[in-house]
C-alpha cells in the first residue's frame, strides 16, 4: 500500500485504497462460515515504469504471502505476483 501512495489516483467512493490485513480477514471469514480465502494482488499490479522496483515489489508481496500461509496455514493460500510485464 505504501508503494502506491499517489500513483492511483482517487479510488471508489471513500478515496483512498481501503485497510487490510490478515486479521481483519480472518473476522469477516468466521462470521461468514469460510475456512480459506487465497489472496492475490489485483489492478494496478506492482509495474509503475520501472523494472527494478517492479521486481523488489513483487518480491515484497511474495515475502508477505508466504508469511501469511506459514502464520495462517489453514487459513490462507496466495497466487504469487509476478512483475509485469518484465517476468
Same mark, same amino acid.
Given at each position: 500500500?505504501?508503494?502506491?501512495? $499517489?500513483?492511483?489516483?482517487?479510488?471508489?467512493?471513500?478515496? &483512498?485504497?481501503?485497510?487490510?490485513?490478515?486479521?481483519?480477514?480472518? $473476522?469477516?471469514? %468466521?462470521?461468514?462460515?469460510?475456512?480459506?480465502?487465497?489472496? &492475490?494482488? &489485483?489492478?494496478?499490479?506492482?509495474?509503475?515504469?520501472?523494472?527494478? $522496483? &517492479?521486481?523488489?515489489?513483487?518480491?515484497?508481496?511474495? %515475502?508477505?504471502?508466504?508469511?501469511?500461509?506459514?502464520?495462517?496455514?489453514?487459513?490462507?493460500?496466495?497466487?504469487?505476483?509476478?512483475?509485469?510485464? %518484465?517476468?
Amino acid at each position: 500500500m505504501q508503494a502506491l501512495g $499517489e500513483r492511483i489516483g482517487h479510488q471508489g467512493l471513500f478515496g &483512498s485504497t481501503p485497510t487490510w490485513t490478515p486479521q481483519i480477514s480472518l $473476522e469477516v471469514m %468466521d462470521r461468514n462460515g469460510i475456512d480459506c480465502a487465497i489472496v &492475490s494482488i &489485483s489492478a494496478p499490479g506492482v509495474w509503475f515504469g520501472d523494472a527494478q $522496483e &517492479s521486481d523488489r515489489l513483487a518480491k515484497d508481496c511474495n %515475502d508477505y504471502g508466504a508469511r501469511m500461509k506459514a502464520d495462517f496455514p489453514t487459513r490462507f493460500g496466495f497466487f504469487a505476483t509476478l512483475p509485469l510485464p %518484465d517476468v
